[in-house]
C-alpha cells in the first residue's frame, strides 16, 4: 500500500505542463557522390567503418539537440550526443557521435544478429512515408550488434522485421560512434523530386539507465511515430527497386521412427527459395517456395488440463516478418492478442493424426509456398495480402491425416486525418480439399471478415475505436454437427435455452461486436474502456483463434503513468482493472478486478506485484463440464510478487511467486520461481530459471461417461505438481557468427481423488452440486515429461546470406497410471527414454539489388 500512496501523493506534481523545448530549424541531410548539384564538387560517400572521419560528416550539419525522456522527460542529457545526416541515390547515411567521458564504463554486449540484451545503442528510426503511423528502425551498438524492426499503428513494435544493411561502431577515448549505410532498397516511399522523410535518433546510456532522442520524444503523449522530425530535403531520390533472391539447401539427418515406433534414423535433404520483389515503388511482395524453419526454437513445455485450446506464440521468420499489417485484433490479455488471422494455423500439427496417423506420421503439415504482399500507397492506405498453401498429409493406408488446404488473408487499412482517425477492413479465406477420410470431420470452407475503425480527438489525446466481424463456415452435416459441439460452441448443452443444436445443417454463421475508449495521452493518466458482443455461431478458427464465442462483456483499465522519477522509483507505473462478462443468455461467468504496480528502484532493480479477486459476485461456467451442465465457479483471491536484478551487472537474479485460493478453503495454488542473467564479458551470456508449481483443484472435469443410457458429467479433486527449468547460454563470436542454446526439461505429475458427477451444477453448496462416482473405480492420475533443446551455430557469411548448423532433441516420458507421482522420478524417466535427435545444416544465399 505504500507503493500506491506515493504514487497518488505526488501524481499532482507530474499534472503540471513540461516546459516546452526551445524550437530549432531541422538540418536539412547532405547529398553525396556524384549526382550532387554541383558535380564539381561533388563528396565521396562515406565508408562505412565507425571512425566518423570521412569528408561527408565534415560537410554535414550536426544535429544537436537531444534531450532526455527516460526516466525524465525532457530532462537534461547527461552526455552529449550529435549526429549528422547524408544521402545519395542508393543509400542513407547516419553518424552519431555519442560523448562519453568514460568509455570504458560503456556496456557493450557482442550478441548475434537482432540480438537485443542491454546494451549502450543507438536506434535510427525512419518514417520513409512521412505518414506519421509507419516507420523502420535501425539499432547499433558499441559491439557491433545490429537489429531492425518496423513500427505500425503509431507505436507497436516489430523487431521481427528483417532488413539487408551495414553498420559499424568504434569506441574511442571520446567515447563511441555509430555509422550506418541504410539501402534506400530496404525502404519504401513514393518518389516526389523533394522527400520529406519522419527521423528519430534515439540514444540509450545502459549504465545510467537514460535514454535520449531527437527530437524529444515525449510519453505523455501519444502515439510514437507522429512524434518523430519531419526532415525535407531528400532531393531527386529515384524510384527504390528491390529484387532480393535467397535460394537455400537442407540436409537433415535424424529421427525417423517406423509406423510401430521402432525407432530408426534417416537422412533427407530439402531445397527452397525466398524471394522479395518491389513491384512498385511502395509495394513489395515476398515469396517462399517449400519454406524450412528448422532454426526456429521448439515451443515451452505446457500440460493444458483446461476446455480451451492453448496458444502458442508465433516463431518463423516469413510470417513474423511485417505481422503488423495483418493484425485485427478482438482480445488482448497481458500483450498477447489474439484475432483474425493466426498464423501457426498455416502449417499446423495435421488435425486426424490420432485417427490415422501412427508414429511415422508426419508432425506438421509441409507448407509447398506461401506469398505475402504488402505495402502503403500514396493517399495512405496499407494493403496487406497473404496465401499460402499446404500439401496433403498421408497417415496410415493412404488415408488423409491433413487435406491441401490453401489459406488466404486480405487487409486493408485508410488513414485519414494525417493517420489521426482511421478505417479498416479484413477478410479471410480457408479452403480444403476434403476427402472421404476428412469431409465428415472439418469444415470445407471458412470465411470471416471485419471492418473497424479509430478516431482521435482531443489534441489526440482520446480515441474511440469499435470493430464489427462476421464469419461463415460450410461442410457436411457431420462437420458442422461436430462444429456445432466443440468447445468453442457447445450448443448441446442442456441448460442452453438460447441455442439449438441441428445436426442437419451445412453452415454456421456468427458475428462480433466491441467499442472502446481510451486515453491515450496527457498528464500521467491512461483510460481504457470497451465491451464487446459475440453471437455463438462466430467461428475464426480456420484462419483465426479464439477459444469461445456466446460471450458478451466490459472491461476497464485505469493507469498511473509518472513522466518524472516517484520517491525511491526511477520509473513506476500503477494500474486498476476490473472486468465482468456473460454468454448471450445473460448468465455471469466471471467477474472480478486487480490492482497491481512496477516500479524500477534507484538502484535498477526493479519490483511488480499485485493482489486481486475472482468471481465475487455469482459466476458459472458453461465450459468446464465439456457439453454439460454450467457449474457454480468458487470465488477466489490471488497474489504476485516479482523481484528482478539490475539488468547492467554481470549476474541478475530474479525471484517471484504467485499464491491463489479458494474463499471456501477447498483449493488453492502457488508458484516460486527463481533464476539469474548471466553474463561473461562482452561475448558470451546466457540464464537459468526454475519454477514449481503447486495446485489443488476441487473441481477438475475428469471425462464425461455414459453408464446404462445415463450420461455423467464428473469432476475430482486434483494434486497437480508441475516443475520446469530452462537454460540459455549465448556465445557470439563476432557480429554474424554465434553460437546459441536452449534446454528445457518439464514435469507434471497429479492424482485425482474424490471422483464425482454433477448433481446441481449450479448451487453454491460443494455438497449439492455432486454426487458421489463409482461406476468405473477410483480415479487414477498422470505424469508427463518431456525434454526441449536447440542448439544452432549461426554464420552470417556475407550480408542477408547464413549459414545454420543446427542440433534439436527431443524425450517424451508419458504416463497415464505411473507407480509413483514424484516429480524429480519425472526427470529420472525423462533421461531414461531414448532422444530423438536430429541435425540439420541450411544453407541460403542472398542475391538482391
Known amino acids: 500500500m505504500r507503493f500506491i500512496a506515493t504514487l497518488l501523493q505526488i501524481a499532482a506534481a507530474n499534472t503540471s505542463p513540461a516546459t516546452p523545448p526551445v524550437e530549432r530549424a531541422i538540418p536539412a541531410p547532405i547529398m553525396v557522390g556524384a549526382t550532387a548539384l554541383d558535380p564539381d564538387r561533388a563528396i565521396k560517400a562515406p565508408r562505412i567503418d565507425g571512425r566518423g572521419d570521412d569528408e561527408t560528416w565534415r560537410a554535414a550539419t550536426p544535429i544537436t539537440g537531444f534531450r532526455q525522456w527516460e526516466p525524465v522527460e525532457d530532462g537534461d542529457p547527461s552526455f552529449r550526443t550529435e549526429a549528422r545526416i547524408a544521402y545519395d541515390t542508393r543509400n542513407l547515411y547516419v553518424l552519431v557521435r555519442n560523448y562519453d567521458p568514460n568509455p570504458d564504463s560503456l556496456l557493450s554486449v557482442l550478441q548475434r544478429r537482432d540480438g537485443m540484451a542491454l546494451s549502450d545503442d543507438i536506434i535510427v528510426g525512419i518514417d520513409s512515408y512521412n505518414d506519421k503511423r509507419t516507420g523502420y528502425m535501425f539499432r547499433l551498438t558499441p559491439a557491433g550488434t545490429m537489429s531492425d524492426g518496423y513500427v505500425f499503428n503509431d507505436g507497436n513494435e516489430d523487431w521481427g522485421w528483417n532488413a539487408v544493411w551495414e553498420g559499424a561502431a568504434q569506441i574511442d577515448s571520446l567515447g563511441w560512434t555509430a555509422e550506418f549505410r541504410i539501402p534506400l532498397s530496404q525502404l519504401r ?50 524510384a527504390p527497386r528491390r529484387m532480393e533472391l535467397m535460394p537455400y539447401s537442407v540436409a537433415k539427418y535424424g529421427a525417423s521412427p517406423k509406423g510401430d515406433g521402432t525407432p530408426r534414423n534417416a537422412a533427407a535433404t530439402q531445397f527452397g527459395a525466398d524471394l522479395k520483389v518491389g513491384l512498385t515503388s511502395n509495394i513489395t511482395l515476398d515469396a517462399a517456395v517449400n519454406p524450412d524453419f528448422g532454426q526456429v526454437e521448439a515451443d515451452p513445455g505446457v500440460l493444458n488440463l483446461s476446455a480451451f485450446e492453448q496458444f502458442f506464440a508465433e516463431r518463423r521468420p516469413f510470417f513474423l516478418e511485417g505481422v503488423g499489417i495483418f493484425r485485427y485484433d478482438i482480445d488482448c490479455n497481458d500483450g498477447q492478442c489474439t484475432g483474425l488471422f493466426y498464423s501457426r494455423r498455416i502449417g499446423r500439427s495435421p488435425q486426424m493424426r490420432g485417427n490415422y496417423g501412427d508414429a511415422a506420421s508426419p508432425l506438421q503439415s509441409r507448407i509447398l509456398g506461401a506469398t505475402k504482399v504488402t505495402g502503403r500507397l500514396g493517399n495512405g492506405l496499407s494493403v496487406g495480402f497473404i496465401d499460402a498453401i499446404t500439401q496433403r498429409e498421408q497417415g496410415t493406408l493412404d488415408r488423409t491425416i491433413e487435406p491441401q488446404t490453401n489459406y488466404a488473408v486480405l487487409r486493408l487499412q485508410q488513414d485519414l486525418r494525417g493517420g489521426n482517425s482511421g478505417l479498416g477492413f479484413m477478410l479471410t479465406n480457408t479452403a480444403r480439399q476434403t476427402d472421404q477420410w476428412t469431409r465428415d470431420v472439418l469444415r470445407g470452407n471458412a470465411w470471416t471478415g471485419g471492418l473497424d475503425g479509430r478516431h482521435r480527438f482531443y489534441n489526440n489525446r482520446w480515441q474511440v475505436s469499435g470493430q464489427l466481424a462476421g464469419s461463415h463456415v460450410t461442410g457436411t452435416a457431420k462437420a458442422i454437427a461436430l462444429t456445432q459441439r466443440s468447445n468453442v460452441h457447445l450448443y448441446q448443452r442442456p441448460d442452453a435455452d438460447h441455442l439449438t443444436y441441428d445436426s442437419t445443417r451445412t453452415s454456421l454463421n456468427g458475428m462480433m461486436a466491441s467499442g472502446a475508449l481510451e486515453k491515450q495521452g496527457g498528464g500521467i493518466t491512461r483510460l481504457y474502456a470497451g465491451a464487446w458482443y459475440m453471437t455463438p455461431g462466430f467461428e475464426i478458427n480456420d484462419v483465426g483463434f479464439r477459444t469461445r464465442s456466446d460471450e458478451m462483456g466490459s472491461s476497464v483499465w485505469l493507469g498511473l503513468r509518472p513522466v518524472k522519477p516517484v520517491g525511491f522509483f526511477r520509473r513506476a507505473q500503477l494500474n486498476f482493472n476490473s472486468w465482468a462478462f456473460a454468454n448471450t443468455s445473460g448468465m455471469v461467468l466471471g467477474n472480478g478486478g486487480n490492482v497491481n504496480g512496477w516500479g524500477e528502484l534507484k538502484n535498477f532493480w526493479s519490483v511488480n506485484g499485485g493482489i486481486g479477486a475472482n468471481d465475487l459476485f455469482t459466476a458459472y461456467s458453461d465450459r468446464d463440464s465439456r457439453g454439460g451442465p454450467a457449474i457454480y465457479r468458487p470465488k477466489r483471491f490471488n497474489t504476485w510478487f516479482n523481484l528482478n536484478g539490475d539488468g547492467r551487472k554481470n549476474v541478475a537474479p530474479n525471484i517471484g511467486g504467485n499464491y491463489g485460493q479458494r474463499l471456501d478453503g477447498l483449493g488453492s495454488n502457488w508458484n516460486i520461481h527463481a533464476g539469474a542473467n548471466v553474463r561473461v564479458g562482452t561475448q558470451f551470456n546466457g540464464s537459468l530459471n526454475a519454477g514449481y508449481t503447486r495446485n489443488i483443484d476441487d473441481q477438475q472435469w475428469n471425462g464425461n461417461y455414459t453408464d446404462n443410457g445415463v450420461t455423467s458429467f464428473t469432476f475430482a479433486r486434483l494434486y497437480q505438481s508441475t516443475s520446469s527449468i530452462t537454460a540459455r547460454l549465448n556465445y557470439t563470436l563476432t557480429p554474424t557468427l554465434s553460437v546459441e542454446s536452449y534446454i528445457q526439461p518439464f514435469v507434471s505429475t497429479g492424482v485425482y481423488t474424490d471422483w464425482r458427477a454433477l448433481a446441481e451444477g449450479s448451487s453454491s453448496d460443494r455438497d449439492e452440486r455432486f454426487r458421489p462416482y463409482t461406476a468405473r473405480g477410483a480415479a487414477s492420475g498422470f505424469r508427463v515429461g518431456q525434454l526441449r533443446t536447440n542448439n544452432v551455430v549461426r554464420w552470417e557469411y556475407r550480408p542477408g546470406s547464413v549459414l545454420f548448423f543446427v542440433w534439436t532433441q527431443g524425450r517424451d516420458a508419458s504416463d497415464a497410471n505411473p507407480d509413483t507421482y514424484g516429480v524429480s522420478q519425472g526427470y529420472g524417466r525423462i533421461f531414461e527414454r531414448r532422444p530423438d535427435n536430429v541435425f540439420l545444416i541450411k544453407a541460403s544465399y542472398w542475391l538482391g539489388r
Open 189 to 238: 516511399y513514393v518518389p516526389q523530386g523533394d522527400n520529406t522523410f519522419g527521423v528519430l535518433l534515439m540514444r540509450r546510456i545502459a549504465r545510467k539507465g537514460e535514454r535520449l532522442s531527437w527530437p524529444l520524444f515525449r510519453r505523455s503523449k501519444t502515439g510514437m511515430v507522429s512524434q518523430w522530425a519531419s526532415m525535407p530535403g531528400f532531393a531527386n531520390l529515384p
